[in-house]
């Protein structure tokens, strides 16, 4: 899996750096073709491939995709998100690590959190709490983009996954791919990079923007020099995809 995941990243950050910008109003092939991860059994329903067993795709029969502007669909586990993100203080890290490599550093009441760019990059996703608050912390590689976003939408919480397909837009980024995260709990698909739910019970919201606390982007030498106190997110960690999760409906949230 972790061969897979790499020449994955390899792939599509050299076609995403070569793609060259496309007027809006023409059709653009993906670099996979997606012609069999559209499924439509002609029941009114619209489907998207998200992995071998069918309960495993995704329902975009209400989305606001442009289907052509899609790419990959290797499927919803690719990449090991993390639900219980496991932290080491700076001085244990055993890791070696340059001094010019980049950190996403949370500042919070609690403490500081440091999420290592090289390690999000093989996760993508992290459902963390910090200061009570449940907190997604994403990063794209192709797109260079960090989002760190509350969770809690309506008085629900939600957790995130990577849906194995990226999206691009001209005008956003520079046309750069970037990775479509969908929610366990409505299956819903979300592009972070606009902050907005591209499908399912989500279509047209957005994560609040709103955090009681900061973060920036920094190195691992002014980790070591300014902020010797963080935790750091641990090397190696691993977690099963579960088997089940608790489905909630639209009637579950109460956004009033």
Known sequence: MKINVFFFLFIVTLVSCSKKDIPEDEVTAPYIPLSDKIIDHGDGNLWLYGGQDEEDHFNITN????????????????????????????????TPMHDSSEIILIHATEGKFAYPI????KHEVVN?????IPVLVSYCILADFIGVFPRE????????????YTYYQNGVRDGRDGFILWDRDTESLWWPIINKGMSGTFLGASLDTDLPFSWERTTMGDL?????DAKILKFGQ????????????ENDFDCD
């Open 128 to 132: 963390d709490v910090i200061d009570g």
């Open 238 to 249: 691993f977690e099963v995809p579960p088997e089940n999760w608790t489905r909630l409906e």
């Open 63 to 94: 989305n606001s995709i442009r289907l052509s502007n899609l790419k990959y669909g290797l499927g919803r586990e690719l990449f090991n998100s993390l639900r219980d993100p496991q932290y080491t203080a700076l001085s244990n890290l055993t």
């Open 118 to 121: 090289e390690l999000m990059v």
């Open 224 to 228: 070591r020099m300014n902020h010797t």
């Open 153 to 164: 939408y309506c008085k629900q919480t939600l957790t995130f996954g990577v849906s194995g």
